[in-house]
């Protein structure tokens, strides 16, 4: 990574930049900046006959549908909580509910490859390949997952209150909706457990923060300052939590691949250098979250405490460089509630719950990177805490009475 160190640009191809720099990167997607996404894109176009949030290129579209989307995916309050731990234990399925999981793993290599050829791309989401699209008809899948927004599209549930209907009440149509839930659900399960699978691997990995995360949380449930499940204002309350997430983050983004942007016509200036018109610039997530300028000498180390030893300014800095995992400006994540809503909920539970180790006899975590980053070779398992911590704000948490608290602190993720 040290190469993309040595300046704010760098060339990688004929007509192709990548940039680590977060002054650049904010410039580029910021609202009122004139470039626009790359042929990239339109590999996300799961329907040839029409584009979603992803696959849109035209500026205005995207701000249009966009501003009808934004209520629905950014309300938290839309998205009824659930108890993680309650929900590890009360699944019915130990399996791949209608293939939905191998068929992400098998399509977001077959999308990297057509974005890296537009033409291509053209060919195949032409009506004569209509066939291999997904389609509502299909038992497993994607296409299954639409059938289901159709079930209940059919029986006239259009006006309750969550995402879909949220979508429906701002203007979308019934196939538009279908094709953004779609999409929600693939840019948005994937990710926040690729979050999830990597901030588990660090907790493992270094006791001590795990221990300095589950003293945080039992003090904040002895004070009956933490619900069950935990709610966001309560979470915003809980620094070292804070902190856990947005280093996990950092140390782990979700989605690095550079997702191309072109430059305007007429070409623009970034850092007093001429880009010309056309170009294309990726942005270098790795040397962008592991920026010693910005996190320290100690980048490279998965450290929660520097976000709460940060000083005021390079706090802010700190900051707005991990935020930029969820892009910016005009093409800001929309999930980005949520997100955090699901990973503030997951590490609270898990904590308070159930025990995880690795499997015995596997191997070191394996990833590798398409669009999203995919993990293979770790499977956890999780198992009942025997004594939990909870106290009666936690709707049927136990309750530690002194003389068994130290039975309680022999359980951990480390067994």
């Known amino acids: 990574m040290d190469w993309l160190m040595r300046g704010s640009l760098v060339r990688i191809g004929p007509d192709h930049l990548a940039s680590g720099d977060p002054d650049i990167i904010r410039q580029i997607w910021a609202v009122r900046s004139s470039w626009t996404r790359g042929p990239f894109y339109e590999a996300s176009r799961f329907d040839p006959s029409r584009d979603n949030i992803i696959s849109l290129r035209d500026d205005a579209a995207h701000n249009r549908l966009r501003t009808m989307m934004a209520a629905g995916v950014r309300d938290a309050s839309l998205c009824p909580p659930r108890d993680a731990a309650n929900l590890l234990e009360t699944g019915k399925q130990d399996a791949d509910v209608n293939q939905y999981i191998e068929m992400v793993e098998r399509s977001m290599p077959s999308m990297i490859t057509l974005s890296l050829f537009p033409g291509l791309t053209k060919v195949l989401q032409s009506r004569f390949f ?17 059938g289901i927004v159709e079930q209940r599209l059919a029986l006239g549930k259009t006006n309750q209150r969550d995402i879909l209907g949220s979508f429906l009440a ?13 999409v929600a659900v693939i840019a948005g399960s994937d990710t926040t457990a690729t979050a999830i699978r990597s901030t588990l691997l660090f907790l493992m990995t270094f006791p001590s923060t795990y221990q300095t995360l ?20 309560e979470a915003r309350n809980l620094p070292y939590l804070q902190a856990v997430i947005k280093e996990g983050l950092r140390m782990f983004p979700p989605v690095p ?3 191309m942007v072109a430059a305007p016509r007429g070409g623009d200036v970034l850092k007093g250098i001429k ?11 790795w040397p962008l979250v592991r920026d010693k300028r910005v996190f320290g000498d100690d980048a490279s180390v998965f450290r929660p405490e520097r976000w709460l030893e940060a000083e005021t300014e390079q706090l802010r800095k700190m900051t707005a460089t991990v935020d930029l995992i969820f892009r910016a400006g005009k093409w800001q994540c929309l999930g980005k509630v949520i997100a955090f809503m699901e990973l503030e909920k997951v590490f609270v539970e898990l904590a308070r719950k159930p025990l995880s180790t690795w499997r015995k006899g596997e191997s070191e975590l394996g990833a590798c990177f398409h669009r999203f ?17 909870g106290s ?24």
């Open 257 to 259: 691949h550079m997702m």
């Open 392 to 415: 009666s704000k936690n709707n049927g948490g136990n309750i530690i009475p002194k003389d068994v608290e130290e039975i309680e602190d022999q359980y951990s993720l480390f067994v």
């Open 373 to 389: 980053t995919q993990h293979f070779s770790r499977m956890i398992n999780f198992h009942r805490r025997s004594v939990g911590f």
């Open 130 to 146: 209509r066939w291999m699209m997904p389609s509502d008809q299909d038992l497993v899948g994607f296409g299954h997952f639409i």
């Open 170 to 182: 701002r203007g979308l149509t019934k196939e538009e909706a279908q094709g953004e839930l779609l």
């Open 275 to 285: 880009v010309p018109e056309g170009t294309q610039l990726g942005v270098a997530y």
């Open 214 to 233: 589950k003293a945080e949380l039992k003090k904040g449930i002895r004070e009956d300052a933490i619900s069950c499940p935990i709610q966001a204002s």
